[in-house]
Every structure is written in structure tokens, then in C-alpha cells.
Antibody, heavy 117, light 107 residues
Framework: EVQVLESGGGLVQPGGSLRLSCAAS????????MRWVRQAPGKGLEWVSS????????YYADSVKGRFTISRDNSKNTLYLQMNSLRAEDTAVYYC??????????WGRGTLVTVSS | EIVLTQSPATLSLSPGERATLSCRAS??????LGWYQQKPGQAPRLLIF???NRATGIPARFSGSGSGTDFTLTISSLEPEDFAVYYC?????????FGGGTKVEIK
């Protein structure tokens, strides 16, 4: 079955760090652009970050630039999001998504990140 | 940044009725517009890409139209499972952005 599964979310204090993982199965991660999208409680969807096929290009929303780092380990077929200097406004469900052209065509169930003291 | 404005915010309809959802872009996105459905507690699901193409497995009652700045998602006859929140999303220009969503609720 083709799927992605996020993990690594949890409760973290403001200023802290967390690393999210997204394990892909049923397809080769390296063949697709992969992206992270987040959704704050009761709110809409916000694109967070993207990584190209070869990981040569990465992109970030202004709201996370300089604090978050996207990466991939093709040998493990896994995508990551390293999140540093976390703020209360980063509280959200984080989804990883496989992308075809500009669109998010396969989503995981998401992992909840809560930033609170 | 392209802003996508969805209307109405909430649409109250009965099963079997036709739903018409609008998405307006602050500047032209050509035909690079997608639609997603999200049910409570679930991840979004791609319905339509490139304004009018149904994604794999999406029923024919879902259709998309438009180009430039004005787009429409139509559900020809609402099924009970169609009551959800719908988001539009543009492609092609960074950053990618989503609209604020339209909730289709049971009247």
C-alpha cells in the first residue's frame, strides 16, 4: 500500500526543538518532491517546506525560515523536519505529503506538535 | 504571495442538492489550481488538479472549472460523505498557498 506515516510530534517548551519523521512505503521517496504542511487547531492549511527530488533544493515558508530544516534519507525512504526555536504559533498538526507537480496527492495522518510551557 | 479567497465560508445544503464553491485568486494562477476535501480528524484529500482534472478515484459528481483568477468546485448531487471542509490551493508560484476553506454542512 502506498502511504506516508508521520511521527515525532509531542509537547515541547517554547525555544525547544523537535524532529519530525515521515516514513514512506509503497513508493520511492527519491522520485518525488516532498512537502510539509501544517494546520493549527481549528484553522486552515499552511505550506511549511518542500524538498526536491535530489534534495538539492529546499524551500521554506517565511514563518519558519531559519528555524526549520527539511531533509531526506533515501536509504531509509524517510523525510524529516528539524524544528528549532519553536514558538507557540508553531502549534499544529504537521502533515507530510507526496507531491506531483504542484499538488499534494498523498497525505499522512499527521503528527501533533504542541509548543507550550 | 498569492491570496486565495474562498466563498462562502459555510454552505448549508441537503443531501441530493448541488453545491457550488468559489475560489478567487489575488492574481492569475493560470490553471494551476487544486481542490482538497478534509473531513474531521482526517488528512486532506486531493480532488481536483489543474483546475478541472479529477484525481484518481474521485467520483464524477465532483467537477472543477475556471482559469486565471476565478475558480469553481461543483458537487452535482451531495452524498452524505461529502459534508466536509473544502480548500483550494494554487501552484506554480512560490510560496504555495491555500484558501481559507468552505465548510459544506448538512442543512
Amino acid at each position: 500500500e502506498v502511504q506516508v506515516l508521520e511521527s515525532g510530534g509531542g509537547l515541547v517548551q517554547p525555544g525547544g526543538s523537535l524532529r519530525l519523521s515521515c516514513a514512506a512505503s509503497g513508493f520511492t521517496l527519491n522520485n518525488y518532491v516532498m512537502r510539509w504542511v501544517r494546520q493549527a487547531p481549528g484553522k486552515g492549511l499552511e505550506w511549511v517546506s518542500s524538498i526536491s527530488y535530489s534534495a538539492g533544493s529546499t524551500y521554506y515558508a517565511d514563518s519558519v525560515k531559519g528555524r526549520f530544516t527539511i531533509s531526506r534519507d533515501n536509504s531509509k525512504n524517510t523525510l524529516y523536519l528539524q524544528m528549532n526555536s519553536l514558538r507557540a504559533e508553531d502549534t499544529a498538526v504537521y502533515y507530510c505529503a507526496k507531491c506531483t507537480n504542484f499538488y499534494f496527492d498523498l497525505w499522512g495522518r499527521g503528527t501533533l506538535v504542541t509548543v507550550s510551557s | 504571495e498569492i491570496v486565495l479567497t474562498q466563498s462562502p465560508a459555510t454552505l448549508s445544503l441537503s443531501p441530493g442538492e448541488r453545491a457550488t464553491l468559489s475560489c478567487r485568486a489575488s492574481q492569475s494562477v493560470s490553471s494551476y489550481l487544486g481542490w482538497y476535501q478534509q473531513k474531521p480528524g482526517q488528512a486532506p484529500r486531493l480532488l481536483i488538479f489543474d483546475a478541472s482534472n479529477r484525481a484518481t478515484g474521485i467520483p464524477a459528481r465532483f467537477s472543477g472549472s475556471g482559469s486565471g483568477t476565478d475558480f469553481t468546485l461543483t458537487i452535482s448531487s451531495l452524498e452524505p460523505e461529502d459534508f466536509a471542509v473544502y480548500y483550494c490551493q494554487h501552484g506554480g508560484i512560490w510560496p504555495l498557498t491555500f484558501g481559507g476553506g468552505t465548510k459544506v454542512e448538512i442543512k
